[in-house]
């Protein structure tokens, strides 16, 4: 009756996954300090695809699905996180962006941080250049008309973004937290 009462033991197959998602977030979480190493790894990751596609001469959508979804993910790092114009309609008391100049400097909020950002970037290269295994995925198109009108959809979703900062005043990079330095110690002991 004893083992009526136990609860059942997780299979092998579970317990791997489990192990693997610990390892994944142990991972990720060692890689949170280090921005600049994170994103060189991506910058790696997105050279390696992309040596792969030229070599292959294929995979010309997959390439255009990871640039929308990128530019997408882009447009989500460049915005805040609450939207000035439904903010101005509704009467919330949450933080808001500065629309004069002697309103109090409020700092800025993204709709998508930094890290989740990066985390998205690199994942979908992985998918990405995972797809490029499997013929299915090659689906034969004139690439030059892909390019051309990625290019224009980029220019008219960074050209809205940038009137959309430009109208309510924000800058969606900030330099780092300022450090005051004071009197440089000499070690020098001064008697009166």
């Known amino acids: 009756m004893a083992d009526e009462s ?70 989500g790092f460049l915005t805040p996180k609450i939207d000035p114009n439904l903010s101005m309609e509704s009467d919330d008391d949450g933080p808001e962006l500065p629309t004069k100049s002697s309103d109090e400097f409020k700092p800025f909020m993204r709709r998508l941080p930094e890290f989740k950002f990066w985390y998205s970037c690199s994942k979908a290269v992985c998918v990405s250049m995972s797809c490029t295994f499997f013929e299915a995925f090659n689906i034969p198109v004139f690439w030059p008309i892909l390019v051309m009108y990625f290019i224009i959809l980029f220019v008219i979703t960074m050209k809205r973004q940038i009137r959309h900062m430009v109208k309510h005043r924000y800058v969606p990079w900030s330099k780092s937290k300022t450090r005051y330095k004071g009197k440089e110690d000499t070690g020098k002991v001064y008697a009166k």
């Open 6 to 75: 136990a609860p059942p033991r997780p299979s092998v197959v579970g317990q791997f996954f489990r192990r693997l998602g610990e390892l994944q977030q142990n991972a990720l979480d060692q890689a949170t300090p280090h921005v600049g190493f994170r994103w060189i790894i991506t910058a790696l990751l997105f050279i390696t695809y992309f040596i792969r596609v030229y070599l292959l001469q294929g995979w010309y959508i997959i390439t255009y699905a990871l640039g929308i979804y990128l530019l997408n993910l882009f447009i």
